[in-house]
Protein backbone atom coordinates (compact mmCIF):
# COMPACT_ATOMS: atom_id res chain seq x y z
CA UNK A 1 0.00 0.00 0.00
CA UNK A 2 1.13 3.63 -1.09
CA UNK A 3 1.82 6.37 1.24
CA UNK A 4 -0.95 8.51 -0.91
CA UNK A 5 -3.83 5.25 -0.09
CA UNK A 6 -2.49 5.15 3.49
CA UNK A 7 -3.09 8.98 3.89
CA UNK A 8 -6.55 8.14 2.02
CA UNK A 9 -7.50 5.55 4.43
CA UNK A 10 -7.11 7.28 7.48
CA UNK A 11 -8.99 10.36 6.38
CA UNK A 12 -11.84 8.45 5.61
CA UNK A 13 -11.53 6.78 9.07
CA UNK A 14 -11.20 9.90 10.45
CA UNK A 15 -14.41 11.35 8.73
CA UNK A 16 -16.78 8.46 9.67
CA UNK A 17 -15.49 8.39 13.54
CA UNK A 18 -16.02 12.19 13.60
CA UNK A 19 -20.05 12.61 12.94
CA UNK A 20 -20.20 9.58 15.61
CA UNK A 21 -18.40 11.13 17.81
CA UNK A 22 -20.60 14.19 17.52
CA UNK A 23 -24.26 11.71 18.17
CA UNK A 24 -22.12 10.70 21.14
CA UNK A 25 -21.39 14.33 22.32
CA UNK A 26 -24.93 15.38 21.66
CA UNK A 27 -26.23 12.15 23.43
CA UNK A 28 -24.53 12.92 26.50
CA UNK A 29 -25.18 16.31 26.96
CA UNK A 30 -29.26 15.61 26.04
CA UNK A 31 -29.91 13.74 28.94
CA UNK A 32 -29.14 15.86 31.42
CA UNK A 33 -31.47 18.16 30.09
CA UNK A 34 -34.08 16.13 29.89
CA UNK A 35 -33.47 14.98 33.40
CA UNK A 36 -33.78 18.35 34.37
CA UNK A 37 -36.98 19.00 31.87
CA UNK A 38 -38.55 15.26 33.64
CA UNK A 39 -37.74 16.68 37.52
CA UNK A 40 -39.26 19.82 36.51
CA UNK A 41 -42.34 18.52 35.38
CA UNK A 42 -42.24 15.79 38.45
CA UNK A 43 -41.90 19.46 40.97
CA UNK A 44 -44.74 21.00 39.27
CA UNK A 45 -46.99 18.27 39.39
CA UNK A 46 -45.93 17.75 42.97
CA UNK A 47 -47.03 21.98 43.85
CA UNK A 48 -50.43 21.41 41.88
CA UNK A 49 -51.20 18.33 44.39
CA UNK A 50 -49.81 20.05 47.50
CA UNK A 51 -52.02 23.13 46.37
CA UNK A 52 -55.51 21.14 45.58
CA UNK A 53 -54.66 19.07 49.19
CA UNK A 54 -54.45 23.09 50.85
CA UNK A 55 -57.53 24.31 49.49
CA UNK A 56 -59.72 21.13 50.48
CA UNK A 57 -58.01 20.86 54.17
CA UNK A 58 -58.19 24.61 54.52
CA UNK A 59 -62.36 23.79 52.80
CA UNK A 60 -62.67 21.22 55.45
CA UNK A 61 -61.56 22.96 58.26
CA UNK A 62 -63.63 26.04 57.50
CA UNK A 63 -66.82 23.76 57.03
CA UNK A 64 -65.81 21.89 60.12
CA UNK A 65 -65.24 25.11 62.39
CA UNK A 66 -68.76 26.32 60.87
CA UNK A 67 -70.79 23.36 62.43
CA UNK A 68 -68.93 23.77 65.57
CA UNK A 69 -70.22 27.11 65.45
CA UNK A 70 -73.67 26.02 64.30
CA UNK A 71 -74.21 23.33 66.96
CA UNK A 72 -73.14 25.73 69.64
CA UNK A 73 -75.93 27.92 68.76
CA UNK A 74 -78.51 25.66 68.62
CA UNK A 75 -77.36 23.77 71.97
CA UNK A 76 -77.26 27.32 73.50
CA UNK A 77 -81.40 28.07 73.02
CA UNK A 78 -82.53 24.92 74.78
CA UNK A 79 -79.64 26.20 77.96
CA UNK A 80 -81.25 29.88 77.54
CA UNK A 81 -84.40 28.33 77.51
CA UNK A 82 -83.75 26.76 80.97
CA UNK A 83 -82.06 29.67 82.43
CA UNK A 84 -85.16 31.58 81.52
CA UNK A 85 -87.32 29.52 83.28
CA UNK A 86 -85.88 29.74 86.48
CA UNK A 87 -85.51 33.26 86.43
CA UNK A 88 -88.97 33.74 85.92
CA UNK A 89 -88.55 35.55 82.30
CA UNK A 90 -91.56 35.11 80.67
CA UNK A 91 -90.27 37.11 77.39
CA UNK A 92 -86.33 35.71 77.27
CA UNK A 93 -87.86 32.32 77.39
CA UNK A 94 -90.19 32.80 74.14
CA UNK A 95 -87.48 35.21 72.66
CA UNK A 96 -85.46 31.54 71.94
CA UNK A 97 -88.74 30.58 69.69
CA UNK A 98 -89.59 31.80 66.16
CA UNK A 99 -91.96 34.71 65.91
CA UNK A 100 -94.71 31.70 64.85
CA UNK A 101 -92.95 29.31 66.08
CA UNK A 102 -94.92 26.68 68.36
CA UNK A 103 -94.60 24.77 71.68
CA UNK A 104 -96.18 21.56 73.53
CA UNK A 105 -95.56 21.88 77.16
CA UNK A 106 -95.16 18.56 79.31
CA UNK A 107 -98.49 18.59 79.98
CA UNK A 108 -99.83 18.99 76.69
CA UNK A 109 -100.72 22.41 76.16
CA UNK A 110 -100.31 23.35 72.48
CA UNK A 111 -98.44 27.34 72.24
CA UNK A 112 -98.61 28.78 69.24
CA UNK A 113 -96.73 32.17 68.33
CA UNK A 114 -94.47 34.23 70.93
CA UNK A 115 -97.55 36.02 72.88
CA UNK A 116 -99.22 32.53 73.92
CA UNK A 117 -96.41 31.39 75.03
CA UNK A 118 -95.60 34.06 77.39
CA UNK A 119 -98.84 34.26 78.52
CA UNK A 120 -98.68 30.53 79.38
CA UNK A 121 -94.45 30.89 80.26
CA UNK A 122 -95.59 33.29 83.34
CA UNK A 123 -98.14 31.60 85.49
CA UNK A 124 -96.11 28.10 84.97
CA UNK A 125 -92.90 29.72 86.06
CA UNK A 126 -94.61 31.36 89.05
CA UNK A 127 -95.94 28.74 90.76
CA UNK A 128 -93.07 26.16 89.59
CA UNK A 129 -90.09 27.99 90.25
CA UNK A 130 -88.51 28.57 94.19
CA UNK A 131 -85.34 29.96 95.21
CA UNK A 132 -83.71 26.41 95.16
CA UNK A 133 -84.92 25.60 91.73
CA UNK A 134 -82.41 24.30 88.97
CA UNK A 135 -82.96 23.51 85.56
CA UNK A 136 -80.37 22.02 83.07
CA UNK A 137 -80.31 20.38 79.81
CA UNK A 138 -78.65 17.46 79.22
CA UNK A 139 -77.56 14.50 76.33
CA UNK A 140 -77.63 16.48 72.94
CA UNK A 141 -78.54 14.84 69.89
CA UNK A 142 -78.28 17.40 67.43
CA UNK A 143 -78.31 16.80 63.54
CA UNK A 144 -78.12 18.99 60.93
CA UNK A 145 -80.82 18.19 57.95
CA UNK A 146 -79.90 21.60 56.07
CA UNK A 147 -77.30 23.86 57.11
CA UNK A 148 -80.08 26.30 57.65
CA UNK A 149 -82.04 23.39 59.96
CA UNK A 150 -81.32 21.32 62.42
CA UNK A 151 -83.57 18.81 64.39
CA UNK A 152 -82.17 18.03 68.86
CA UNK A 153 -83.71 15.67 70.99
CA UNK A 154 -82.36 17.06 74.94
CA UNK A 155 -82.96 15.97 78.25
CA UNK A 156 -84.36 18.63 80.23
CA UNK A 157 -84.23 18.49 84.34
CA UNK A 158 -86.01 20.72 86.95
CA UNK A 159 -84.78 20.00 89.93
CA UNK A 160 -86.56 21.18 93.68
CA UNK A 161 -90.12 22.21 91.64
CA UNK A 162 -92.89 23.29 93.40
CA UNK A 163 -95.65 21.11 92.98
CA UNK A 164 -99.21 22.24 92.73
CA UNK A 165 -100.13 21.13 96.19
CA UNK A 166 -96.91 22.86 97.08
CA UNK A 167 -94.43 19.75 98.04
CA UNK A 168 -90.97 20.01 96.38
CA UNK A 169 -90.36 17.58 93.52
CA UNK A 170 -86.99 16.44 93.46
CA UNK A 171 -86.49 16.45 90.25
CA UNK A 172 -88.69 16.37 86.77
CA UNK A 173 -86.77 14.69 83.61
CA UNK A 174 -88.35 16.15 80.91
CA UNK A 175 -87.90 15.21 76.98
CA UNK A 176 -87.28 18.00 74.87
CA UNK A 177 -87.46 17.70 71.14
CA UNK A 178 -87.37 20.83 68.65
CA UNK A 179 -86.29 21.99 65.08
CA UNK A 180 -84.19 24.88 64.78
CA UNK A 181 -83.59 27.55 62.00
CA UNK A 182 -81.49 29.85 61.43
CA UNK A 183 -83.01 33.21 60.66
CA UNK A 184 -80.81 35.47 58.88
CA UNK A 185 -77.96 35.19 61.93
CA UNK A 186 -79.43 33.89 64.42
CA UNK A 187 -80.62 30.72 65.68
CA UNK A 188 -84.49 30.04 66.63
CA UNK A 189 -86.21 27.35 67.72
CA UNK A 190 -89.37 26.95 65.06
CA UNK A 191 -91.17 23.62 66.92
CA UNK A 192 -90.54 22.44 70.50
CA UNK A 193 -92.49 19.17 71.41
CA UNK A 194 -91.65 18.20 75.51
CA UNK A 195 -93.07 15.69 77.49
CA UNK A 196 -92.13 14.27 80.77
CA UNK A 197 -89.21 11.61 80.93
CA UNK A 198 -90.86 9.15 82.74
CA UNK A 199 -94.58 8.98 84.71
CA UNK A 200 -94.65 12.71 86.18
CA UNK A 201 -95.71 12.92 90.08
CA UNK A 202 -99.09 12.64 90.72
CA UNK A 203 -98.60 15.90 91.84
CA UNK A 204 -97.91 17.52 88.56
CA UNK A 205 -100.53 16.06 86.27
CA UNK A 206 -103.53 18.34 85.42
CA UNK A 207 -106.02 16.10 87.43
CA UNK A 208 -103.49 16.50 89.89
CA UNK A 209 -103.64 19.79 89.69
CA UNK A 210 -107.54 20.96 89.62
CA UNK A 211 -108.14 18.54 92.38
CA UNK A 212 -105.72 21.35 94.31
Request: charged share 20%; net charge neutral; aromatic share 8%.
Given at each position: ?????????????????????????????????????????????????????????????????????DETAVRALGDAFANAFVQ?????????????????????????????????????????????????????????????????????????????????????????????????????????????????????????????
Amino acid sequence: MTNNQKTKEKEMKTSQTYPAALIAIHTIDSAPHKSESALRGLMQRLGLAFLVWTLVIGATGSASAGEIRDETAVRALGDAFANAFVQKNAELRASVFAENGTFVTPQGDFLQGRVAMVKDFGPEAQQAVNGTTQAAFSNYRVRFIKPDVAVVDALLTVHNANGPDGTIIPAIPVIFFYVAVRHADRWLIQDGRTHFAAAPPSNMTKSGASQN
